[in-house]
């Protein structure tokens, strides 16, 4: 953890892009659970999200180039300053989350380093019951072959769609040396890619973030309840009017 955690979840909330589920006296719930982006398998072999209580919506960070600099500036620092890591040649963001803070790095950080960003690319369109599906791409940029590179995203958890920029990196012949995030879910301080490569995760805020499959005891009754909002960023006027504060 890189700064006062107090604080800068404070920064997120004040920017309208922290949801935490209400709890009564008894700590039932009065509020929705969300759903989150990672997915399991249920019994019968069906792709399910997990839910939780809370919701970091750091695209409302992004509306604040302000919040946005002053997370840079600390990132950079760390990066800039730590005798395990080579200089930063090229900052890469993950659509659509780490873009914004990928171009605020670049910004902040040496002249020699260069910011780009990986595309997804949909493979199936949208229907009313399942997502869109998509891969990711290396599109409008190039990744020179040995450049180190500094995968940036929003949020981080599960890792599943970080392995797979991990993987077109190192097709192009460069090297991933670290994950920036601005919030790390998981806590965890390192992620070990398919090529064994011990790559470590720097986050402006870490916190295990505990996630549910939809069929666990806690929330089982509030799944069934519909108690669940699926779609939270397209609700998030209503949660942001539930939400416990900081």
């Known amino acids: 953890m890189l700064t006062n955690l107090t604080v800068t979840l404070q920064d997120l909330a004040l ?36 839910v939780g209580d809370t919701f970091y919506n750091l695209g409302r960070a992004d509306q604040s180039p302000s919040l946005l600099a002053d997370w840079a500036t ?6 800039e300053s730590s005798r395990d890591l080579p200089a930063v040649d090229l900052f890469l963001g993950m659509p659509m989350g780490g873009l ?4 605020a790095l670049g910004h902040m950080s040496n002249a020699s380093s260069r910011v780009g960003f990986l595309e997804k690319k949909v493979t199936q369109v949208a229907t009313a019951d399942a997502r869109e599906q998509s891969m990711l791409v290396l599109g409008r940029h190039e990744i020179p072959m040995n ?13 599943s769609t970080t392995a797979k920029a991990i993987e077109i990196v190192e097709s192009c012949g460069a090297n991933v040396i670290a994950i920036a995030c601005m919030m790390n879910r998981s806590a965890r301080a390192f992620y070990v ?54």
């Open 15 to 50: 920017s309208g892009g922290l949801y935490r589920c209400p709890r009564d006296s008894q700590r039932k719930r009065i509020g929705p659970l969300v759903d989150y982006a990672g997915t399991y398998l249920d019994d019968q072999g069906q792709p399910k999200h997990y």
């Open 193 to 246: 890619s398919q090529a064994r490569a011990k790559i470590p995760v720097v986050s402006i805020m870490t916190i295990r973030t505990e996630q549910y499959r939809q069929d666990y005891p806690s929330v089982k009754d509030d799944i069934e309840a519909g108690n669940v909002v699926w779609k939270p960023k397209d609700d998030w006027g209503r949660l942001m009017g539930l939400s416990d504060s900081v």
């Open 147 to 159: 450049y180190s590179v500094v995968l940036v995203e929003d949020v981080v958890n599960n890792f």
């Open 100 to 103: 914004a803070f990928t171009f």
């Open 74 to 79: 600390i990132m950079t620092t760390y990066l």
